[in-house]
């Protein structure tokens, strides 16, 4: 007798393995309740949207390199004016992507939007049959929060996204080290945990004992001096440094239990705000001792520098199909021929969220030891 053939299906519980025969599930991304899209045992997708007044309607993946594949994916108009498309099989993960209707770009009714793309943006989730690390498992949880301070720097009231580690409001007397971690470009600070699902990829390595409890600091990536304006062709970001170091630090340190120490302190990102950790820590080494850039090296990182900056932790890494990788490894391989210690993380997956979250479950593990 053969053996069932079975396929993974994302659950509230978690993943469970139902009979082929259930030739497709709801993703994850969905909004409560809603059927599409649908993934399929092998991995394509089925979109559908209800718009019986339309001529012509796309599923539209985001940027060059989407695991989705290249489209727009035309879709076919059926009985009552209803909308579907069945894609080829997609790279497990997070992608974005919107609908195309009469030429009109807008979300998908039926997913859930995040910020990406420096807008609301439709997502989809598509579970990894052979990965976990970053499910909600039956383990201890930590909190993610929203914490508010005014910058000098800037002028304004800012927002910040922290993640306590589990037992933290139990324990008042233990103080935790921090890791500063930032989005990428056109995203957000809530885009670790929405889109990266930090909280839970820390929640399990902490529970295994991989990784020291920590408290984790995402702020939004844009900062502009009080009174600036935006220059042509300026990204609007270029006083973050100066806010992280005058004043989001220090907010930090004065509310929550940290050890603000320079070997109990951290800063990583991913593309632009892999440049921008690089960038901050490099200018402020008494800052800083450990330093991670995911997908996004910076251009001209100067391996005498880090050198000096004598880090206990430098990262550099980048997913082998990504566009980045090839300056990425360049400076990989400046850094070993200069004699700097370092550590170089490459993998399949061009620049995207399933590669990020890789980078963040082997990083935290090396930090603070």
Not at 92 to 120: M, R
Not at 293 to 299: D, K, L, Q, V
């Amino acid at each position: 007798m053969k053996p069932e053939r079975l396929f993974w299906v994302w659950t509230l519980a978690g993943l469970a393995c139902l009979p082929a025969a259930d030739s497709s599930v709801p993703a994850p991304s969905n909004v409560r309740g809603g059927e599409y899209p649908r993934i399929h045992s092998d991995l394509r997708v089925t979109f559908r949207v209800n718009a019986p007044a339309a001529q012509s309607v796309q599923v539209l993946p985001a940027g060059s390199d989407s695991g989705m594949g290249k489209g727009p994916f035309e879709m076919t108009k059926g009985a009552e004016g209803v909308w579907t498309v069945t894609t080829s099989p997609v790279r497990p993960g997070f992608h974005y992507y919107s609908l195309v209707i009469d030429g009109f770009p807008c979300n998908d009714p039926a997913s859930e939007t995040f910020f990406g793309w420096a807008k609301q943006t439709s997502g989809l989730e598509v579970p990894d049959p052979g990965l976990d690390f970053y499910d909600a498992k039956n383990v201890p949880h930590g909190d993610v929060r929203m914490h508010w301070y005014r910058s000098k720097v800037t002028g304004a009231l800012r927002r910040a996204f922290v993640y306590t580690p589990p037992g933290y409001d139990a324990k008042p007397k233990l103080r935790y080290p921090v890791l500063y971690l930032q989005h990428g470009s056109g995203e957000s600070e809530r885009g670790w945990t929405a889109q990266g699902r930090a909280n839970f990829i820390l929640d399990n390595l902490i529970a295994a004992g991989k990784a020291k409890p920590l408290i984790v600091v995402m702020d939004h990536g844009y900062a502009m001096r009080a009174g600036e304006t935006p220059k042509e062709g300026a990204r609007g970001n270029e006083a973050f440094g100066e806010m992280v170091v005058n004043d989001l630090v220090p907010a930090i340190d004065a509310a929550y239990r940290t050890l603000p120490r320079r070997n109990q302190r951290a800063i990583a990102g991913l593309s632009m705000g892999a440049g921008q950790a690089l960038a901050i820590a490099l200018a402020h080494p008494g800052k800083f001792a450990h330093a991670g850039a995911f997908s996004g090296a910076g251009r001209g990182l100067d391996a005498k520098a880090a050198g000096a900056a004598k880090f206990s932790l430098l990262w550099i890494g980048c997913g082998t199909e990504d566009r980045l990788h090839a300056g990425s490894k360049a400076i990989h391989e400046a850094l070993d021929q200069a004699g700097v210690k370092h550590v170089w993380f490459e993998g399949p997956g061009s620049h995207e969220w399933q590669v990020w979250r890789k980078h963040l479950a082997a990083f935290a593990p090396l930090l603070f030891r």
